[in-house]
């Protein structure tokens, strides 16, 4: 079975300092992986997703992650935050091949002047 | 890509009451889906809304609870039935516009409906 681990649910950072979330994940096959945003009281925006192509992905707003097999990890990282960046990040992984979503439970991420 | 819409955005009901809350995209796709995040959690799936057939729902969800309806390819509906105060959600719908079963892309997400049950 698939499954995400999101292994902060807090993160504090201050503002022009880099960020790092960190997601693993399990999966019996290739899986397919996203990062989600959430901001306050609005949708799900995509950040970027990992569908099997090059390893290091590039999203919007300077948010990347690179997909490691070997550690299963798929962590999300951004080199200065902004205050805008505040929100709730949610990593995720498909199920099979019905296009399921699997959602961790998500990363708060706080950021402070 | 795709552009979804729900309604209501939010709303306040009675236990014991039914809401239906629909969802419609702004081009045909393949797949819709509906979630539930309960407050400060994550989403979890609840069904597959299956064009002009049953819903496939999650282990922990039933028909007679979320009755769903898809009766074309930019619209689906879910009924919220006999409420309680631990339906108090969010509910999301999202729309995969790729092929059923093919290599995962994008699934885009609704806004969201904040039900609130007294």
């Known amino acids: 079975a698939q499954s995400v681990t999101q292994l902060d649910s807090h993160v504090s950072v201050s503002e022009g300092t880099p960020v790092l979330l960190r997601c693993n994940y399990s999966?019996?096959?290739?899986?397919?992986l996203f990062w989600y945003v959430q901001h306050p009281n609005k949708g799900l925006q995509l950040l970027l997703k990992?569908?099997?192509?090059?390893?290091l992905v590039k999203g919007i707003n300077g948010f990347e992650a690179e997909f490691k097999k070997s550690e299963t990890s798929f962590h999300l990282t951004k080199p200065s935050a902004h205050m805008s960046d505040a929100a709730e990040y949610f990593c995720?992984?498909?199920?099979?091949?019905?296009?399921?979503?699997?959602f961790g439970a998500g990363t708060r991420l706080a950021v402070h002047p | 890509s795709a552009v979804i819409s729900q309604k209501p955005s939010r709303d306040i009901c009675q236990r014991g009451t039914s809401l239906t809350i629909q969802c419609q995209v702004d081009?045909?796709?393949?797949?819709m889906f509906w979630y539930r995040q309960q407050p400060g959690q994550s989403l979890t799936l609840i069904a597959t809304?299956?064009?002009?057939?049953?819903?496939?729902?999650e282990s922990g969800f039933v028909i007679d609870k979320f009755p769903i309806s898809r009766p074309n390819l930019t619209f689906s509906t879910l009924t919220v039935s006999n409420m309680s105060p631990e339906d108090s959600s969010i509910y999301l719908c999202?729309?995969?516009?790729?092929?059923?079963?093919?290599?995962?892309?994008?699934?885009?997400f609704g806004p969201g409906t904040r039900l609130t049950v007294l």
């Open positions: 999202s729309a995969y516009p790729g092929l059923a079963g093919g290599r995962a892309d994008t699934q885009y």
């Open positions: 999966s019996s096959y290739s899986p397919s």
């Open positions: 990992y569908t099997s192509a090059a390893t």
């Open positions: 995720v992984v498909t199920s099979g091949g019905y296009n399921k979503l699997i």
């Open positions: 081009s045909q796709v393949t797949m």
């Open positions: 809304a299956n064009q002009g057939s049953e819903a496939t729902y």
